[in-house]
């Protein structure tokens, strides 16, 4: 059976409010249908957390993937099972959307610094180390800060982390990723420069 014209129906679902329609696929057996469904929910305003919470554990990644980014704009979801799921693609945009909800628990924050420092996939790092910065928690800086060091497109993401914060180990880092071998990194450090470096002058 041809599913495709099921998609058109989902796509269209929650353009036009048929929340019935949309509701039905939650449960369909084509994961692509389902992931549909979950959008539809979503943009037509009928996504309840119990929803939600079901697509999160969903058999398909991407179905899972989805749900964890409609999950950035509802802070009432609990992120972390997200971010120590198997797939790395969901991990990651669970860092990212962890950022979004930008006041965590304990237990997420803490997640984010060990993905921060400690996962072998460097996009998790990134996301990780983005949504600490997002956040802004002192917690999350020795993250951040080990962030600086780590490949270029971390070290960039790590540099403009550092925004919300401040203090001389901060005013290090900055320093260093303004004289980076990557221009994207000395870049982003010129970016905040103004805003982080303690580069208070005497009045004129």
């Known amino acids: 059976m041809n599913s ?18 949309a509701r039905a696929a939650l449960t369909d057996a084509d994961p692509v249908a389902r992931e549909l469904a979950l959008g539809a929910l979503a943009r037509s305003g ?8 079901g697509a999160l554990t969903d058999s398909a990644v991407s179905v899972r993937r989805r749900a964890v980014q409609v999950a950035a704009g509802v802070p009432s979801i609990d992120l972390l099972p997200s971010l120590r799921d198997p797939d790395p693609t969901v991990v990651e945009v669970a860092a990212w959307a962890a950022g979004e909800h930008e006041t965590v ?23 990780a180390v983005a949504a600490l910065g997002a956040i802004g928690d002192e917690r999350g800086l020795p993250a951040i800060l080990a962030g600086c060091s780590d490949k270029p497109a971390v070290r960039r993401r790590a540099v403009l982390a550092l925004a919300p914060f401040d203090g001389p180990e901060v005013d290090t880092a900055m320093r260093a990723a303004l004289v980076d071998r990557d221009w994207q990194v000395r870049q982003a450090a010129e970016d905040i420069a103004e805003i982080v470096l303690d580069t208070e002058s005497p009045p004129g």
């Not at 009928?46 to 919470?53: E, M, R, V």
């Open 46 to 53: 009928t996504l309840t957390d119990s929803d939600l919470a």
């Open 4 to 21: 495709q014209p099921n998609w058109r129906a989902l796509s269209q679902a929650g353009h036009v409010g048929d929340e019935a329609t």
């Open 105 to 127: 628990s304990d237990a997420v924050l803490l997640e984010l610094c060990g993905l921060a420092t400690g996962s072998d996939d460097a996009l998790i790092r990134e996301a």
